[in-house]
């Protein structure tokens, strides 16, 4: 095997020669391995331990025997403990998620602090198709279906290509020492399940099973890489982005054969998964929305619009403006309100308003204004027109989206709208012939 694995390295990680590497060591059957095989190949490498403290005493004797065969080979150790539960209950997420989570972040920070090229872990033939047979029980598409990923994001997973058997078969014969999870042998959680009572069925119906699984993942990763470049050409004009929104256009998206391919593989990556309600959506009424855990996708006349999750509950509602203040920094709307004053000469003319920039009245403002987002109900004097009218049917005579409405925010004056900032100005607090004194509000 160790010849196996030296060839696999030069056919197909060569990118990690003369690097220097990390590798995730558990204590197990499959990391001790790992262990054992780049020690024999690689130059550079260091080991890291996380104690996830789930196992009560077998967790910390896991960590002590880590450390100590780490200790015998004179091989830089690092090792760490982590209030799993507790993390997964906070997060609301399961065990399972919470470890993952942890160990690649702490993995990741060693990269940073010990100047690692690669994360080195052990998963091998039979991680793969059990995630395979997980993914496929859940539902997926072509990603899901592809198994683990060889390496991405400086993680690389050499052992890959061999199975568990035949990595037990070489700790057998090369006395590699290993700890047993007394775990792995339930069947409460899926991913067990799948390894004692499943696989080892398909392997009875095929022997030669995990041969043609891999075949099967390397048909599905070429297809899969022919997917990739299609959606790639007719992403370009489907898709465009406008500031902190992705606009996909409905009209382009229905020129093409079958609009759901793409939405699917498209809208994969923002975690949405609710398909027929999103395929629905083409053809909803504008203002229909979808929420993913992080975003959300709005039906906007003719094009669907994806961004970040709005957040109902911001910390802070309201900003203040004195007469002092030259700027301030509006954070969730990611802008700034820059204030000057200056006095107005006689016979001295001024720029019209325009979107970002407001010449107002110093006279008619009373301190210290307000910056808000506005509400339902209010109200203002729009420049340019004869008598009041409501926030939201000017928005909706501007032709805004929703997500667009949920970014205007309001300059006030006590209880009278100064600015629909960006958009335009209140009639009462214009420039006139009378004006003594200016102030100018910049957005940027």
Not at 102 to 122: P, S
Not at 199 to 227: C, G, I, W, Y
Not at 327 to 344: C, E, K, M, R
Request: charged letters at 25%; one cysteine or more.
């Amino acid at each position: 095997m160790q010849q196996a694995f030296n060839t696999y390295i030069d056919s197909h990680f060569s990118f990690l020669k003369g690097k220097k590497l990390l590798l995730a060591i558990s204590g197990g059957l499959d990391s001790m391995v790992l262990w054992h095989l780049c020690r024999e190949y690689f130059s550079q490498i260091g080991v890291a331990h996380c104690n996830f403290q789930l196992r009560g005493e077998a967790s910390f004797t896991d960590e002590a025997f880590v450390i100590q065969t780490a200790k015998d080979l004179s091989t830089a150790y690092y090792t760490t403990k982590f209030e799993t539960e507790d993390y997964a209950k906070s997060h609301g997420i399961s065990i399972q998620m919470a470890a993952r989570k942890l160990r690649y972040q702490w993995f990741h920070q060693l990269q940073l602090d010990h100047d690692y090229d690669y994360v080195i872990t052990a998963h091998h033939l039979d991680d793969s198709l059990e995630t395979f047979l997980i993914n496929l029980s859940r539902g997926t598409g072509l990603n899901g279906l592809t198994g683990i990923p060889a390496h991405k994001n400086k993680v690389a997973r050499p052992l890959l290509k061999f199975s568990r058997e035949e990595i037990k078969s070489f700790a057998n014969k090369n006395n590699i020492l290993w700890r047993e999870d007394q775990t792995n042998a339930e069947t409460k959680y899926l991913r067990n399940k799948i390894r004692h009572d499943i696989v080892p069925q398909l392997k009875a119906l095929n022997p030669n099973f995990m041969e043609a699984f891999t075949q099967t993942v390397a048909h599905l990763q070429d297809a899969r890489s022919l997917v990739d470049t299609y959606l790639s050409q007719i992403t370009k004009d489907i898709v465009s982005i406008k500031g902190d929104q992705i606009i996909i256009s409905i009209d382009q998206l229905r020129q093409i054969n079958n609009s759901k391919p793409f939405l699917y593989n498209y809208l994969t990556k923002f975690n949405f998964s609710d398909w027929t309600e999103i395929y629905h959506l083409l053809d909803a009424q504008s203002g229909k929305q979808i929420f993913s855990k992080t975003h959300r996708l709005l039906k906007d006349r003719n094009v669907l619009i994806l961004s970040k999750k709005f957040e109902e509950n911001s910390p802070i509602k309201s900003w203040y403006i004195e007469p002092y203040t030259t700027t301030i920094h509006i954070d969730s709307a990611s802008f700034s309100i820059n204030q000057q004053t200056t006095t107005l000469l006689h016979g001295q003319s001024w720029h019209e308003n325009s979107g970002n920039i407001a010449y107002v009245d110093k006279n008619l403002l009373q301190y210290p204004l307000v910056v808000r987002k506005w509400e339902k109900g209010d109200y203002f004097y729009p420049l340019g027109l004869k008598g009041k009218k409501k926030i939201s049917k000017f928005l909706k005579d501007e032709k805004l989206s929703l997500y667009e409405k949920e970014k205007i925010y309001l300059l006030c004056s006590q209880n009278d709208v100064v600015w629909v900032i960006g958009k335009r100005l209140d009639d009462r607090f214009k420039v006139t012939d009378s004006t003594s004194e200016i102030v100018i509000f910049k957005v940027s």
